[in-house]
């Protein structure tokens, strides 16, 4: 089997398992997907979705977010770590949306590399989850789940993303994303991953050993 057919056999058997492919993170429109991106980064997504409320209701506008101090966003973001340089950023990013991008969280990688704390996997997020677009979002479940299944052979983002998008089909590879992390978290974990009840065991590498 040669990996665009294993990761199409993937593909389908995670859909009848999940379904409803689905960010972890609540929040959906642009701004605020982009700031709960922003500030999953080495916490978790329901940690996130405790803040974010608070956040907003405090500041719900950009331009409200944009007038608010650092040190404003830092007292409501401080459970989710590294708060410093988080709220820095999301003070950074929506005074740059509002001015060089005239309030529109921006529609492509370019722009949104540009802005402070954005990286490739807040970007692809963005273009999959918001403008629909294709996709790989290459977190830290997608890493370990695609090496495993031996669809990939390196564990740095970058070229995981492109070796995937090399056999993924463009309008999966978003959805695809979700549903490893709903995977890693169910069945494919970290420490004890559960290959006896796993639905992909006899097309992974890993399980067959």
Known sequence: MNKKTQCAAVVERLKELYPDAVCSLVE????????????????????????????????????????????????????????????????????????RFGGVVPDNMDDLLSLPGVGRKTANLVLGDIYGQPAIVTDTHCIRISGRLGLVDSKDPLKVEKQLRAIVEPSEGNNLCHRFVLFGRDVCTARSPKCGECTLADICPSAIK
């Open 28 to 99: 959906r429109d642009p701004l605020r997907l982009l700031i709960a991106v922003r500030l999953s980064a080495q916490c978790t997504d329901a940690r996130v979705n405790l803040v974010t409320p608070v956040l907003f209701e405090r500041f719900p506008t950009l331009e409200d977010l944009c007038s608010a101090s650092v040190e404003d966003i830092e007292e409501i973001i401080r459970t989710c770590g590294l708060f410093h340089t988080k709220a820095k950023d999301i003070s950074g990013m929506c005074l740059m949306i509002r001015d």
